[in-house]
């Protein structure tokens, strides 16, 4: 029954437009909350622990570092070199 609840509110939420991450996380706490099985601190240890992974993590420092070097004007001078060292091939 709880699995029905939250699958229907998540739902609910996405045709309402809420963004994906908010739709996931608002049925998950009200899961946790109402919940008197789950430990919150168990809870959150679950979570920090899905997240402490070095892949999950070089996603986002990845895209970071190529806004930043967007916004610094690297990338035009990358792209000025590589078009001077082999701009004549094909």
Do not use: E
Not at 14 to 27: G, N, T
Not at 59 to 85: E, H
Request: glycine fraction near 6%.
């Amino acid at each position: 029954m709880t699995l029905l609840i939250m699958v229907v509110s998540l739902l609910l939420l996405l045709a309402l437009r809420v963004p994906v991450s908010f739709a996931l996380l608002i049925p998950s706490l009200g899961y946790v909350v109402t919940d008197p099985t789950v430990r919150l601190g168990t809870a959150v240890q679950q979570t920090v622990s899905g997240v402490d992974s070095f892949s999950i993590l070089a996603v986002p420092m990845f895209i970071l570092l190529g806004n930043l070097a967007n916004v610094s004007g690297v990338t035009d001078k990358l792209y000025d070199a590589a078009v001077a060292a082999i701009g004549h091939l094909r």
